[in-house]
Nanobody, 118 residues
Framework: QVQLVESGGGLVQAGGSLRLSCAASGSILRLNTMGWYRQAPGKQRELVAVVGPGTSTNYADSVKGRFTISGDIAKNTLYLQMNSLKPEDTAVYYC????????????WGQGTQVTVSS
């Protein structure tokens, strides 16, 4: 089992910055990928950024150049640095982790609200 706890969300003006954190515990050495998703009201949950094997990263086109995903192995923590925030970035942000074994096992955090005012 893996537990994910997000923090760092809040209210920020457009153009501002926030850093989200995701503290991971449990069987984290088995994980293959970790990332961030978001879900705005009335919309489907979407990928924001993911880090995979060999620290490869992938970003949604809408956040490229503004968001940076990173991790601190010693602290078992995943981060999402969000700069130049826009009102359309407003959403609940979820930490995600996956293990690719005989079946794909997916873990989610509880989510943290990010609100960007115009």
């Amino acid at each position: 089992q893996v537990q994910l706890v997000e923090s760092g969300g809040g209210l920020v003006q457009a153009g501002g910055s926030l850093r989200l954190s995701c503290a991971a515990s449990g069987s984290i050495l088995r994980l293959n990928t970790m990332g961030w998703y978001r879900q705005a009201p009335g919309k489907q949950r979407e990928l924001v950024a993911v880090v995979g094997p060999g620290t490869s990263t992938n970003y949604a086109d809408s956040v490229k150049g503004r968001f940076t995903i990173s991790g601190d192995i010693a602290k078992n923590t995943l981060y999402l640095q969000m700069n130049s925030l826009k009102p359309e970035d407003t959403a609940v942000y979820y930490c995600n982790a996956r293990f690719f074994g005989a079946a794909v096992i997916t873990y989610w955090g509880q989510g943290t609200q990010v609100t960007v005012s115009s």
